[in-house]
């Protein structure tokens, strides 16, 4: 855990809040004094000295003492030979932290700085008997830097230097899997890690490849760099204590996806039945290129060992179209509507198998059946000549439209643009009609079952409070209204719907259920009855 500490009167808080970090699984401490050391140098540097020594001595875990230079995002804006100096008496003193952090880029400025900082720890050519190590350290905060190799090359001939650290802004996921490749051709301890939204993978899975630790903040204090998770996330979200060589990875690719709640259902479900696997959100943006790239490159990647992803908005086409340039399987459904939202990735020493399903329309076609009178049958049976009116044509109207038809039902579809609308329709055959107007269903119409599979409603969304039907539409008693939004539990539309006496379906039951069937493709077990249900409703209250 990183702990920034600014000032003298920081220092009781801060040790409070590494020991609640250490409570919640931290096993080492950076102290980052450089603000601290900043107010006090050059003229009050014993002072400083006492700081910095009150917190080694009480840290409740070994420690790094990094006092990071404003040229590295950092506050100390001082004179390097005073802060080497402070460094200095710091690694000699008692009591002495584990590691002392010092920037590769000002350890190189100076043979003096470099002697000096020699001499503050511990190594081959350290005369004295030392208790301190070097972390020589090298961050760019605007992408990876081009001399990276070099930076590394010059840590690990480095004889003071005990752990070489590069940390970069990831420009996109790609930037993780070369952080990666690093710590597997190591020539020493190391730590290789990318900052902001992309770098997450780095962070929880540094120990799948041999990283010697990551960092976190704390539940109370600020990130030291952007993309810190909090050490009870990393713990108890992302499984950090279980991750090793042999881990399989998971995600969900999308964008944004940052707000998906499928990384707790699945990391529930794996840590349940107790499988060496870990699921993290893949930001990958819009275009085709990018997901192409960024999908390719992670599969191609071996040691990742990706087994499987979910694909969620914008991608879900792009799936099947990159499963058909790779020579991989589709499920019929995905086959025939053109979207899919899983991955299932199959290595052998020889090839790598790709299959893709859509779990998205069979789960929703199950949560109807199951509203449904007689709910427990076949969804086919109890699906056939029923009358869907279907509002929307974008990737999860699509599935449903086809996965609808197949079961029988006599599926009208309602769209904004009439162009979509009349596409989808002819494309699944003669029982589909274009609504007449777009949104919302004529007046009077009578249907067994209405979908919303739109944003219209959605929270966060331009159209939240929205509801795709008009607010006088009368629903008859025994019509059965599906939502596909899952937040909020209770749209306008459903609202409307219970307080008309239709039967109501709210969008989790569809999320559920297409992520049940999704860690079945991946693990052909079934996750513990109810887990993935109590986990969201943990997330998302449904009130
Ligand atoms: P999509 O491909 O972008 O399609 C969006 C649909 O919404 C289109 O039909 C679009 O009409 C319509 N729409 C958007 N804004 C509108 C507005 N202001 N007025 C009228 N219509 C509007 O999205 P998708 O992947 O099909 O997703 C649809 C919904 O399903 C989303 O709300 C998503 O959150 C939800 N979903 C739920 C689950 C689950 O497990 N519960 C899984 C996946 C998706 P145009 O054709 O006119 O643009």
Known sequence: VAIPVDDAEEIEPALESARAAVRDGARLVEWRVDALVDRLLPDRAAEALACVQRLVGESPAPCIVTIRSASENGAFRGDDTDRVSLLEAIGAGEPAPRYLDFELAAFDRSANLRQKVRLAVAHDRQPRDLKTSLILSSHDFGSRPA??????????????????????????????????????????????????????????????????????????????????????????????????????????????????????????????????????????????ESFKATLGAMIDFAPLTLRGVSVTLPHKEHLVRFVRERGGTLCSLSERCGSANTLLISKDERAC???????????????????????????????????????????????????????????????????????????????????????????????????????????GAETEGRSPLPDD??????????????????????????????????????FVRQAEAQFRVWTER???SGLFRTTLDALEPSS
């Open 526 to 528: 079934d996750p513990p």
């Open 473 to 510: 539409f009368e629903f008859v008693n025994d019509c059965v209204v599906m939502e596909t939004i899952y937040t909020p539990r209770l749209t306008p539309l459903l609202r409307r719907a219970r307080d008309g006496g239709a039967t109501v379906i709210d969008g989790s039951e569809m």
């Open 147 to 288: 001399d990276l190799q070099k930076r590394l090359a010059a840590m690990v001939v480095e004889p003071a230097c005990a752990v070489a650290k590069v940390a970069w802004r990831a420009r996109s996921l790609r930037d993780n899997l070369e952080a990666f490749e690093l710590l597997l051709e190591r020539g020493k301890p190391m730590v290789a890690l990318c900052m902001g939204e992309f770098g997450l993978m780095s962070r929880v899975l540094a120990p799948k490849f041999g990283g010697l630790f990551t960092f976190a903040r704390g539940t109370d204090t600020r990130e030291t760099a952007a993309g810190q998770p909090t050490v009870r996330e990393l713990r108890d979200q992302w499984q950090f204590d279980r991750i090793g060589p042999a881990t399989a990875v998971y995600g969900v690719i999308g964008w944004p996806v940052s707000h998906s709640r499928s990384p707790a259902l699945q990391n529930a479900g794996f840590d349940a039945l107790g499988v060496d696997a870990v699921y993290l959100p893949m930001p990958v943006e819009e275009s085709w």
């Open 353 to 459: 198998a790709l299959h893709a399903v859509n779990t998205d329309a069979p789960a929703a076609i199950a949560a109807i059946a199951h509203a449904l009178p007689g709910g427990s049958r076949e969804p086919h049976a109890l699906l056939a000549d029923k009358h869907v009116a279907l509002v929307g044509a974008g990737g999860v109207a699509r599935a449903l439209a086809f996965a609808l038809t197949d079961a029988g039902a006599e599926v009208t579809i309602f769209n904004r643009t009439r162009e979509r609308a009349t596409a989808l329709a002819s494309s699944i055959g003669a029982r589909a009609q274009v609504g007449r107007a777009s949104v919302p269903p004529p007046r009077g119409s009578r249907f067994d079952v209405i979908i919303n599979a739109t944003s219209l409603g959605m929270r």
